[in-house]
């Protein structure tokens, strides 16, 4: 099994730029669809974008495509989000995970592995 770790999460103001990094550990990341999630305070977990096994391509949710992009480093074993143009509706906690289902899934039960989380602040 995989193990996730996710950083790069903090305080931004609206219109900056952050970078979260998900380094996968005990299997290579591109073995799965690795997911990224977000979860603002009182709300449910929601899919942000993934990207596919073996570099087979990206999809994002409508409320962050053209800003975020997620991008893997078969070298570090990492997974990265960029989010660029930062909105304060994009404060949540962000999380990584790892689905080994055959077909990418948005749904966060598809999910089998998940990192902790990194907390990221959009201030206005």
């Known amino acids: 099994q995989v193990q996730l770790v996710e950083s790069g999460g903090g305080l931004v103001q609206a219109g900056g730029s952050l970078r979260l990094s998900c380094a996968a550990s005990g299997r290579t990341f591109s073995s799965y669809t690795m997911g990224w999630f977000r979860q603002a305070s009182g709300k449910e977990r929601e899919f942000v974008g993934f990207?596919?096994?073996?570099?087979?391509?990206?999809y994002y949710a409508d409320s962050v495509k053209g800003r975020f992009t997620i991008s893997g480093d078969n070298v570090k074993n990492t997974v990265l989000l960029q989010m660029n143009s930062l909105k304060p509706e994009d404060t949540a906690v962000y999380y990584c995970?790892?689905?080994?289902?055959?077909?990418?899934?948005?749904?966060?039960?598809?999910?089998?592995?998940w990192g902790q989380g990194t907390q990221v602040t959009v201030s206005s």
């Open positions: 995970a790892a689905d080994d289902g055959i077909l990418p899934r948005t749904s966060t039960s598809a999910y089998d592995y």
């Open positions: 990207i596919r096994k073996r570099g087979g391509g990206t």
